[in-house]
C-alpha cells in the first residue's frame, strides 16, 4: 500500500506546476513584451521541480516492479505514468527549455520573443496535459486490485 501512496503523492505533486501554468496561459499569452517578461520572472527557481519529477519516475517505476508479479494491470498502469511522465521531459526539452535558453530564462529579450513564448506557453498546455495522464494512470494503479482479490 506505500509504494502506491508514495507514487500518487509524487505524480500529483508534480501536477502542480503543470496546472499552474496551463490556468496562467489564458492570462498571460497575450501580454505585451514588458508585462510578459516581468511576469515570468516569477518562475525563478521553478528547476527546483525537478527533484520531485525525479522521485516520481523513480516512484511509479518501483510501483511498477513490487506489483508485476502480484497484480500486473497495477504494474501496467505504473509503467504508463513513468512513460507519460519522459514524455512530459520529452516536451520540456524540445519546446520549453530552448526558448528559456534564447531568453537566458526570460531576462534577455531576443528579437524573436513572441514565439518563444507561444512555444513554451503551449509547450506548458502539452505537458500539463500528459502529466495529468499519468496522474491518471498512477491512480489506476493505486485503486488497481488483483483479479484474486476481485473474486474473494
Known amino acids: ?3 502506491r501512496m508514495i507514487a500518487l503523492a509524487l505524480t500529483v505533486f508534480i501536477l502542480l506546476p503543470s496546472g499552474a501554468h496551463l490556468l496562467e496561459l489564458p492570462g498571460k499569452i497575450g501580454l505585451d513584451r514588458d508585462a510578459y517578461f516581468t511576469v515570468q520572472q516569477i518562475y525563478a527557481g521553478w528547476a527546483l521541480f525537478s527533484i ?5 519516475l523513480v516512484a511509479n517505476s518501483a510501483l511498477a516492479l513490487t506489483e508485476w508479479r502480484r497484480d500486473p494491470g497495477a504494474a501496467r498502469a505504473a509503467l504508463c505514468s513513468v512513460g507519460l511522465i519522459l514524455l512530459s ?12 535558453q534564447a531568453t ?3 531576462t534577455r529579450i531576443p528579437d524573436n520573443w513572441e514565439t518563444l ?29 488483483p483479479q484474486a482479490q476481485l473474486k474473494s
Open 89 to 100: 521531459l520529452i516536451v520540456f526539452f524540445i519546446w520549453v527549455l530552448p526558448a528559456n
Open 104 to 106: 537566458a530564462n526570460w
Open 1 to 3: 500500500m506505500l509504494p
Open 52 to 56: 520531485p519529477i525525479a522521485a516520481a
Open 117 to 145: 513564448r507561444r512555444q513554451w506557453e503551449y509547450g506548458h498546455l502539452a505537458s500539463a496535459i500528459i502529466v495529468f495522464g499519468a496522474l491518471l494512470a498512477t491512480a489506476c494503479a493505486a485503486m488497481h486490485r
